[in-house]
C-alpha cells in the first residue's frame, strides 16, 4: 500500500492541490496547506539542494525532475520523499505550474543508512585493530582510534580519561585529544587537561560506575557535570563516553 501524494502548483510553488496521502504523510491538513509554497515544508538542509534541481524546471530550461529529499512533518520530524514534478503548460507552451507526485520513501532510506553506518563501523573496528597493532605505543593507539571514531561520529571534541595507576579511584586527562579547527575549545582544553575525575563525575566517571557507555543530550543541567559554565559559554550541550576495557577491568573511557 504504497503511500502517494498527488500535487499540483502554481508558477509561485504554491500548492494548488494535495490529495489526502498529504496528511497522512506529513500531518498537515490538506485545507492549511493549499495556498502555501511548498518549499515551506522542505527541510532546512535540503533547501539548497531543492532550488538547485527545481528552478531549471520552473525556468523552463527542463520539462520535468525527479530527486529525493526531505518533508517536514506537522510533529516536528521529517519524512524522505521521491519527488517527480513536470511543467503544467498550456496549448501554447505558457507554464502554469507544475504536477507530479510524492511517494514516501522513509523505510528504505532508513534502511540504508542503517545498513551504511554498519558497514562504516566493521571499517572503523578493522582499521582500530590494524593501528593498535602498528602502534609504537598505547598513547598513539588511543589517538589514532579517537580520531577515527571522531571522524565517524562528527564529534567536535574528542577525549582520552585513563585511571591513575597512584590511585585507581581517579579518572586523569591525557594527552590525546581530537580537537575540530575552531580556537574556541581551547579553552574548554585547558579546563580538562587539569582535571581529575572521581567516580561518577561527568560522563567518564558514569562509565566507571555504569561500567558501560553513557550519553546525555543536556550536559549543562546533569547534577554529576562540573564543566557546567564554559559548557554553557561553548555551546557544548551533548556528550557520549564508553569504556575502554583490557580483561575484565576498564582502563580508560574515550
Known amino acids: 500500500n504504497v503511500k502517494e501524494v498527488i500535487f499540483q502548483t502554481d508558477t509561485d510553488g504554491r500548492w494548488l492541490f494535495l490529495n489526502p496521502a498529504w496528511t497522512e504523510i506529513t500531518g498537515f491538513e490538506v485545507s492549511e496547506s493549499l495556498g ?3 518549499v515551506k515544508y522542505i527541510h532546512p538542509q535540503d533547501k539548497t539542494l531543492n532550488r538547485k534541481r527545481f528552478g531549471p524546471l520552473f525556468r523552463g530550461e527542463k520539462e520535468y525532475c525527479r530527486h529525493e529529499g526531505r518533508y517536514i512533518t506537522k510533529d516536528g520530524g521529517f519524512r524522505w520523499l521521491e519527488i517527480f ?19 514516501d520513501i522513509t523505510e528504505r532510506k532508513l534502511a540504508e543508512q542503517s545498513l551504511k553506518k554498519e558497514k562504516e563501523y566493521v571499517s ?21 582510534c579517537l580520531s577515527k571514531i571522531c571522524e565517524l561520529m562528527d564529534w567536535s571534541i574528542g577525549h582520552v580519561f585513563r585511571l591513575k595507576e597512584s590511585n585507581p579511584a581517579l579518572l586523569e586527562s591525557t ?8 580556537s574556541a575549545h581551547n579553552s574548554f582544553v585547558d579546563e580538562t587537561s587539569a582535571l581529575n575525575l572521581a567516580s561518577g563525575e561527568e ?22 557535570f562540573v564543566r557546567r559554565e564554559i559548557a554553557q559559554t561553548l555551546g557544548l550541550r551533548s556528550g557520549f563516553a564508553f569504556p575502554v576495557v583490557v580483561g575484565n577491568e576498564i582502563s580508560a573511557v574515550l
Not at 511543467?87 to 507544475?98: A, E, R, S, V, W
Not at 594527552?175 to 575552531?182: A, H, I, T
Open 36 to 38: 502555501e509554497r511548498y
Open 85 to 103: 514534478a513536470k511543467l503544467t503548460t498550456g496549448q501554447d507552451g505558457q507554464i502554469f505550474g507544475t504536477s507530479g507526485r510524492l511517494n
Open 124 to 144: 572503523l573496528l578493522q582499521d582500530a585493530t590494524a593501528a593498535a597493532n602498528q602502534a609504537e605505543s598505547v598513547e598513539e593507539a588511543m589517538r589514532i
Open 175 to 182: 594527552r590525546v585529544w581530537r580537537v575540530g579547527d575552531s
Open 203 to 224: 560522563l567518564p566517571g558514569q562509565v566507571v560506575i555504569h561500567k558501560r557507555a553513557v550519553w546525555s543530550s543536556d550536559l549543562p543541567n546533569e547534577d554529576w
